[in-house]
């Protein structure tokens, strides 16, 4: 079977925008967080973010071709264009049939589409940016992403929720797996600081309410969180097979083991009270991954920091991994990065990839009084030098979508 292994690295977030200075602030549990400054909330009840500070795309793109896209895909191309420099990579050296690139996304052209709202609400239709139909499709950021490094095989946007880019991982494994491709740039973009969206998020009270205290903000399995840290960025991480790599002396991070996906037609935003949906992702991951339950070392967990997430995501580490989850090392670091919803996956398995790279398990800041329901090692406060044989990074999106990544040591 084709193994395939992670060689190249990009990300673009609060916390950093190139690979060192981020592993640094995860590591260190830094957080990022500060009032929201994009925009004034005005009255509503959530008021912190981890916002990206001086960004400039003209690094990745021309200003003309920045200008006109929207600033999720602006992101994208940036991590994307770091993760292809970070693998060394030669597009040109590549049989163009057997290089592919996939996005995540959850929110894509929602900036175009509520721009171009508000230009026909206030103006005329004349108003509206004729590139509203390119940008404003969720499919745009792959396509853009496919022009600005040249991948001519494949161009694809999945869109599951905050599963998104954790599923994108996995349609590149696959068909590395079965010699579709050799080489994939799979990753996720998202910028959903935007007032509506905002507002959406305000009504449905999964933002954490600890204005006063960003840095402490978001609390992931503490018996006093209220909700997540939004955030904003991108991930992409280039995905190849094991003989292309070595032949050409790529430094191999990690190896993917395998992926497995959920649906649990439950609820449209709760998760299953048993964490069924999880469980049967996780069973899956671990069955493609030829890896048992036991050999897992370390799980970067969805911690969201809402009430039912972080316990439910608990219950089903606990009835899968029964005895060994007591001896499983879980952490959340979305209270470093935020909540990046779509991108979240390829964010965290980034942090996954380099947790088993350097043998650090990054820590779960801000848990200073665990729920009574939470009760696994959750590395609170510092990270933790450990030998990470193998990893998991669970992620779950509305309407009870699940997607769980195997992560293996590359010896």
């Not at 590591?27 to 005005?42: E, K, V, Y």
């Not at 990206?52 to 994208?76: C, E, N, V, W």
Request: with cysteine; net charge neutral; aromatic share 6%.
């Amino acid at each position: 079977m084709r193994r395939v292994v992670i060689t190249g690295m990009g990300v673009i977030a609060a916390n950093g925008k190139e690979l060192g200075g981020f592993w640094d602030t995860v590591r260190r549990g830094q957080p990022f967080a500060g009032p929201l400054t994009r925009f004034d909330p005005g009255d509503m009840p959530n008021r912190v973010a981890a916002e990206i500070k001086d960004f400039d795309p003209s690094h990745y793109m021309t200003r003309k071709h920045a200008h006109r896209l929207d600033l999720s895909t602006q992101y994208g191309i940036a991590a994307a264009t770091m993760a292809v420099k970070d693998a060394n990579l030669k597009m040109d050296a590549i049989d163009e049939d057997r290089v592919g690139v996939v996005e995540g996304i959850s929110l894509g052209g929602t900036e175009t589409s509520l721009r171009g709202q508000v230009s026909l609400m206030n103006k005329s239709y004349r108003q509206i940016n004729a590139y509203s139909l390119i940008n404003g499709y969720t499919g745009a950021g792959s396509g853009e992403i496919a022009l600005e490094t040249g991948i001519k095989g494949h161009a694809v946007t999945l869109c599951s929720s905050s599963a998104s880019s954790n599923d994108a991982l996995g349609y590149a494994f696959n068909l590395i797996q079965q010699d579709d491709v050799d080489v994939m740039l799979a990753g996720g973009d998202e910028a959903p600081l935007l007032p509506a969206l905002w507002a959406v998020f305000c009504l449905t009270k999964v933002m954490t309410c600890h204005n006063d205290d960003p840095a402490r903000a978001m609390r992931p399995f503490d018996k006093t969180r209220d909700g997540f840290l939004l955030g904003e960025g991108a991930a992409y991480l280039v995905l190849e097979e094991l003989s292309h790599a070595l032949a050409r002396g790529a430094r191999i991070y990690a190896e993917i083991g395998g992926q497995g996906r959920s649906c649990e037609a439950y609820h449209s935003v709760a998760p299953h009270p048993e964490g069924l949906g999880m469980v049967r992702a996780m069973e899956k991951a671990l069955r493609r991954a030829r890896v048992h339950p036991g050999q897992i070392d370390y799980i970067n967990a969805h911690g969201t920091a809402t009430g039912p997430n972080d316990v439910v995501e608990t219950t089903a580490i606990k009835k899968l991994f029964r005895d060994h989850a007591r001896r499983l090392a879980v952490s959340s670091t979305k209270p470093i990065t935020g909540h990046l919803m779509g991108a979240a996956g390829a964010m965290e398995t980034v942090i996954t990839a380099l947790a088993i790279y350097h043998q650090e398990i990054p820590p779960t800041i801000n848990l200073t009084e665990a729920d009574a329901e939470c009760d696994l090692d959750y590395v609170p406060g510092e990270s933790r030098p450990y030998p990470v044989r193998a990893a998991m990074n669970l992620n779950s999106g509305f309407g009870g979508k699940n997607s769980c990544l195997i992560l293996k040591r590359y010896p």
